[in-house]
C-alpha cells in the first residue's frame, strides 16, 4: 500500500522558536500533499495544499507567513511553523494522493505540536 | 461545494450489538465519499470508499456502507461490534473526483463499545 510518513510525532517548543514537520511519501511520488491541522475532539481541517516546485495553496483563515510550506522534491513537503505561540499547538497531519487511486488520500502518522 | 455532515458525536454499543454510524452529503458533482477511521493521537486509516461503482461498498474489519443518492446518505455499518472498533469516525468527501485532491471531513463520531 501507500505509504506516507511524517516526522517528528512529537515535538515541544517555547514560544517564539520555529518548527519544522516532515512529510514523506515513502513508496510513490505525490506531486500534492495537503496539510491538516486537528485541534482535540475536532474534526480535520484543511490548512493548505502543497504543490511540488510551486508556490502552496492555502485555504482562507491560515496564515501563510505562519505556516511555511515547501514541496521541493515529489516525496517531501515540509511545514514549518514559525514564531509559534501556545495557539499553534495541535495535531498536525499530512495526506497525499497516489495516481490511480482515485480520490483516496494516504495520511501520516500525525505530528503532536505543544507550544509552551 | 462539498460538504458532510455527521449526525451523533457520540454512540455508544454494546459488544456483539449493531454499529450504525450516520454520514450525509452536500456536492455539487457526483460524490467520491471515504470512510476514515483514527485511533488516538494516530493519522487516519481507510475503512471503505465510494466511487460510483457499487453502491454497497465493503471495506476493512468487517464495515460496510451504503451510498444512497436518494436520500445523499453514506451510513457506515457492522453487525456485530467488538471492543477493537473503538475509536474516532470520519466521515470525507472528495473536492473532486480525480487523485491528488483533497477531502473535506465531517466532525467525527466518537465510537464507544462497552463489554
Known amino acids: 500500500g501507500a505509504v506516507v510518513s511524517q516526522h517528528p510525532s512529537w515535538v515541544i517548543c517555547k514560544s517564539g522558536t520555529s518548527v519544522k514537520i516532515e512529510c514523506r511519501s515513502l513508496?510513490?511520488?505525490?506531486?500534492?500533499m495537503f496539510w491538516y491541522r486537528q485541534f482535540p475532539k475536532q474534526s480535520l481541517m484543511l490548512m493548505a495544499t502543497s504543490n511540488e516546485g510551486s508556490k502552496a495553496t492555502y485555504e482562507q483563515g491560515v496564515e501563510k507567513d505562519k505556516f511555511l510550506i515547501n514541496h521541493a522534491s515529489l516525496t517531501l513537503s515540509t511545514l514549518t511553523v514559525t514564531s509559534a505561540h501556545p495557539e499553534d499547538s495541535s495535531f498536525y497531519i499530512c495526506s497525499a494522493g497516489r495516481a490511480g487511486e482515485a480520490g483516496e488520500l494516504f495520511f501520516g502518522e500525525g505530528s503532536r505540536l505543544t507550544v509552551l | 461545494a462539498q460538504s458532510v455532515t455527521q449526525l451523533g458525536s457520540h454512540v455508544s454499543v454494546s459488544e456483539g450489538a449493531l454499529v450504525l454510524l450516520r454520514c450525509n452529503y452536500s456536492s455539487s458533482v457526483p460524490p467520491y465519499l471515504f470512510w476514515y477511521v483514527q485511533y488516538p493521537n494516530q493519522g487516519l486509516q481507510l475503512l471503505l470508499k465510494?466511487?460510483?461503482?457499487?453502491?454497497l461498498v465493503k471495506g476493512i474489519n468487517g464495515f460496510e456502507a451504503e451510498f444512497k443518492k436518494s436520500e445523499t446518505s453514506f451510513h457506515l455499518t457492522k453487525p456485530s461490534a467488538h471492543m477493537s472498533d473503538a475509536a474516532e469516525y470520519f466521515c470525507?468527501?472528495?473536492?473532486?473526483?480525480?487523485?491528488?485532491?483533497?477531502?473535506?471531513f465531517g466532525k467525527g463520531t466518537t465510537l464507544s463499545v462497552s463489554s
Open positions: 465510494y466511487t460510483s461503482a457499487a453502491t
Open positions: 513508496d510513490f511520488q505525490a506531486t500534492t
Open positions: 470525507a468527501v472528495s473536492l473532486a473526483n480525480q487523485a491528488g485532491t483533497a477531502l473535506i
